[in-house]
Structures are given as structure tokens and as C-alpha cells.
């Protein structure tokens, strides 16, 4: 049973314009969310985190956006670069400071074409 | 910051072989967590170390699998006996909190293990 789930494995976008990743969470409990980026032969790398009071975090080109209604979140990534090729990830979990570990989606691979 | 260290990066054995992971986490980091990466799949916990104590293994098949934090810093996982679904990438993560839960988890590179 998936509880985070990523549904396009794949992107392809082009330079310079708008990268979306979508990422859609079937348990009510979540309260905060992050989103990992992952090159080849290394581990993920943490990259923005929201947390359920808010509906939008900025960090430089990447914002995360949270519909706690529609139990959906988005990444924005402007203006992608060739650089940001990778797999992203989107994680979930109950509590800021809770004991419950990150659930996983299956990643979306976005591909950034110069 | 030295980030957090996993050796082998690679290894290949035989079903029922037994195989053993090893991670160093970041210095002054409260929590070590050993996730397994199936191709295709996102990350899944397999266990939680809150110092040298374990917070979370429900997701451990403790009929193989095992591990330890000795001294609350370095970890090691084990599998004994290997079998070939458990060919993945073993990925150990660590963070500062305190309490454990969601402080931003650092991840190792992985170790790959192909089960043949």
C-alpha cells in the first residue's frame, strides 16, 4: 500500500523553463514533507522541507508547494538547469519530532535538456 | 563536515551467503537509520537507532536481517542468510535530533548488494 506516491516516473524539461514534480500522500496523519534529489551512485541529498501549517516554502529556484485538501504537493524547480538532472524523491512522516520514520514515493527521474 | 561513510560500496554474493554493511554516521549525530532501496522503488526503513537503542525495527525480517549501534556512533547491518530478493542498495542515514523522527536525515552513498 502506497502511501506516498509519485505517478510519473519520468520528466523531461527544457532549459531554462519551469520543472513540475508532483507528489500525491493517501495518509491524513503526514504533517511534514520533504523532498530528496539523487544523483547516481550517491545517497539522496535533502533539499526543501514543508510542514502542514504552511502551503508554500521557497528556497532559492525550488519551492514546494502543500494542498493539504487534495493531500497533494508539488516541486517547482525555475529556471531548471542541466544540473538538476536527477531522481527526485518525495518523503513523508508524522511529526516534526515524532519517532516515526520517512516514507518514501518511487521518484520522478527529470531529465533537463540543454 | 565529514559527511556520513558506508563501506563496501559494492558486493556481490551467493544466496545464503551471509554479508555485512558498515556506517559511520555524522560526528554528534543522535540517530542512524539503515534504509533498503529496491530498483524502482523509493527508500524503506528497515531500522531506527536513537543512540545505541532501537526506536523502529518493525520493518526489519528479523529471521536475516540484524543490526547494532555499539557506543552510539558506528552501526553495522547484517544479512545471514542472503536471499536474491534482497539484491538493493542499503542506505544508512543519520540526523541530529535528539529525539529522533524527522530532523533532516543525511544519507551515506549506499551499498549495493547483487545476490546471485
Known amino acids: 500500500d502506497q502511501q506516498v506516491k509519485q505517478n510519473s516516473p519520468s520528466l523531461s524539461v527544457q532549459e531554462g523553463r519551469i520543472s513540475i514534480l508532483n507528489c500525491d500522500y493517501t495518509?491524513?496523519?503526514?504533517?511534514?514533507f520533504l523532498w530528496y534529489k539523487k544523483y547516481p551512485a550517491e545517497g539522496p541529498t535533502f533539499l526543501i522541507s514543508?510542514?502542514?501549517?504552511?502551503d508554500k516554502n521557497e528556497d532559492g529556484r525550488f519551492t514546494v508547494f502543500l494542498n493539504k485538501s487534495a493531500k497533494h504537493l508539488s516541486l517547482h524547480i525555475v529556471p531548471s538547469q542541466p544540473g538538476d538532472s536527477a531522481v527526485y524523491f518525495c518523503?513523508?512522516?508524522?511529526?516534526?519530532?515524532?519517532?516515526?520514520?520517512?516514507?518514501f514515493g518511487k521518484g520522478t527521474r527529470l531529465s533537463v535538456i540543454a | 563536515e565529514a559527511g556520513v561513510a558506508q563501506s563496501p560500496r559494492y558486493k556481490i554474493i551467493e544466496k545464503r551467503q551471509s554479508v555485512a554493511f558498515w556506517c559511520n554516521p555524522i560526528?554528534?549525530?543522535?540517530?542512524l537509520y539503515w534504509y533498503q532501496q529496491i530498483l524502482g522503488q523509493g527508500p524503506k526503513l528497515l531500522i531506527q537507532?536513537?543512540?545505541?537503542?532501537?526506536?523502529?525495527d518493525s520493518q526489519l525480517p528479523k529471521d536475516r536481517f540484524s543490526a547494532e549501534r555499539l557506543k552510539g556512533v558506528d552501526s553495522t547491518l547484517k544479512i545471514q542468510p542472503a536471499k536474491l530478493e534482497d539484491s538493493a542498495v542499503y542506505l544508512c542515514?543519520?540526523?541530529?535530533?535528539?529525539?529522533?523522527?524527522?530532523?533532516?536525515?543525511?544519507f551515506g552513498p549506499g551499498t549495493r548488494l547483487t545476490v546471485l
Open positions: 542515514a543519520s540526523s541530529s535530533s535528539r529525539t529522533g523522527g524527522t530532523d533532516t536525515q543525511y
Open positions: 495518509n491524513s496523519m503526514f504533517d511534514y
Open positions: 514543508i510542514s502542514s501549517i504552511k
Open positions: 518523503a513523508a512522516s508524522v511529526g516534526v519530532w515524532g519517532n516515526t520514520p520517512l516514507v
Open positions: 560526528s554528534g549525530h543522535a540517530t
Open positions: 537507532f536513537q543512540n545505541n537503542g532501537v526506536v523502529d
